[in-house]
């Protein structure tokens, strides 16, 4: 479908976000683009439809070179539609008009053709009962499912999606994402700039990392999640299933945190007891415990790392030693009711309950305590 040949894009400002990208794209290919920002995945979009072509190098769609001088670029752009995060549909025009209106104006359809395609294409996408509605009217979810019926009016022979979900409330990332699904699975050429790398994963046959001005590693989703090759695809796999975050004060804002964990929980697709058993024994350590029992300033550190099946929660907290494992499974132990107000019988059983494998390390030169904890579907629950 496309062949890029060594192209580079560089704008006014000197900047050169891509620099001599080479790769194929064929018909019916699901490509998921990734990487760091500002790394070019947009610009890459960009020049595919001519919307602002590259500075040098060339670019073939079907054997055409679209580069080429005095290039009909708007016949281009019906072919390879786009969709964009902030949906970019006419606020004064409602959903169907907002479809009818390229079909009319580009394809010289007739209003009554266009919409019929409108109102068979709002069906596709779940929306037919919205046609009268103005984008104000309509969620985000909504207003993005009428913008992809939008661009498929144009019976477009490839589809770019730049970061179409990142704007929405995670409510209604899945309609969204639902309607791509079935347009991939329909055969559709799509390449889509994603961080949903649960989404990625499902939909893709491939998955372009990008880095470095080029398509830096490609291959299939098993290839660049499981097996990257090179050594800033690598950084970027291991980074995208880590949390890592400084406790400096007892203040410290859980809740900020409790939603960074649902956002990388989000983006594992995982809602399984391992996240519940994860967020509780967060709070369970540095909340109840650590927060008790550390002298001030209190300095913790904590890093989760997201597994297949597990969570491993690594806890570091400075000072005296103070070995953990031994006081909850010590604690663990004691009466809740010999002193009701004691309450670290009960979370140290709370503790024992949610981890799968705890173990303990003291760093002698570094004066600090590490902690990790194995989280799994289910505790050891020997409480
Ligand atoms: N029109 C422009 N003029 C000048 N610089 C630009 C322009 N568009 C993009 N850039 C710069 O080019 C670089 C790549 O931008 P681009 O938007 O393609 O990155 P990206 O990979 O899509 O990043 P993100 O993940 O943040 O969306 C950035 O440094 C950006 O500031
Ligand atoms: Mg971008």
């Not at 670019?59 to 080429?68: L, P």
């Not at 209003?111 to 779940?126: H, S």
């Not at 400084?246 to 964990?261: A, C, E, H, P």
């Not at 391992?274 to 967060?282: A, C, H, I, S």
Request: hydrophobic share 40%; charged share 25%.
């Amino acid at each position: 479908m496309f062949r890029i040949e060594n192209i580079s894009k560089k704008f006014d400002g000197g900047i050169e976000p891509i620099h001599g990208l080479s790769v194929i794209i064929n018909k019916g290919d699901v490509i998921s683009l990734i990487g760091p920002s500002g790394t070019g995945k947009s610009t890459f979009l960009r020049c595919l439809n001519l919307l602002d072509p590259p500075t040098s190098g060339d670019i073939f769609y079907k054997g055409e070179r679209i580069t080429e001088k005095g290039y009909d670029f708007t016949a281009h752009r019906q072919k390879v539609g786009m969709v964009f995060q902030s949906f970019n549909l006419f606020n004064h025009l409602t959903a169907i008009e907002n479809i009818m209106m390229p079909q009319e104006k580009l394809l010289h359809r007739s209003r009554q053709e266009a919409y019929d395609n409108g109102m068979r294409l709002l069906e596709q996408v779940g929306l037919s009962d919205r046609s009268l509605q103005y984008p104000g009217q309509l969620s985000g979810g909504q207003k993005q499912r009428v913008a992809i019926a939008r661009a498929m009016a144009m019976d477009p022979e490839v589809l770019l999606l730049d970061e179409p979900t990142s704007a929405l409330d995670p409510t209604m990332v899945d309609e969204v994402n639902d309607v791509i699904g079935k347009l991939a699975s329909s055969g559709m050429t799509i390449l889509i700039v994603t961080h949903d790398m649960a989404f990625a994963r499902t939909i893709s046959n491939r998955i372009f990392y990008m880095d470095e001005g080029i398509v830096y590693e490609e291959g299939s989703p098993v290839d660049i999640f499981e097996h990257p090759q090179k050594q800033k695809t690598i950084q970027f796999v291991k980074k995208m299933f880590l949390l890592e975050e400084t406790i400096n004060s007892r203040d410290y804002d859980f809740s900020g945190l409790t939603k960074k964990v649902y956002e990388l929980m989000l983006q594992m697709k995982s809602f399984g007891t391992v996240w519940n058993n994860t967020v509780l024994l967060m709070e369970e350590i540095i909340q109840n415990l650590l927060f008790s029992l550390l002298k001030d300033p209190v300095r913790i550190h904590l890093r989760l790392e997201c597994k297949k099946h597990s969570n491993v929660l690594v806890i570091e907290y400075g000072g005296d030693e103070l070995d953990l494992v031994s006081l909850i499974n010590e604690k663990a132990q004691s009466s809740i009711e010999k002193d009701p107000d004691d309450l670290l019988p009960l979370t140290a059983r709370l503790i024992r309950g949610y981890a799968k494998e705890m173990s303990y390390a003291r760093q002698e030169r570094e004066l600090r305590n590490c902690l990790t904890v194995i989280v799994g579907e289910s505790g050891t629950r020997k409480s």
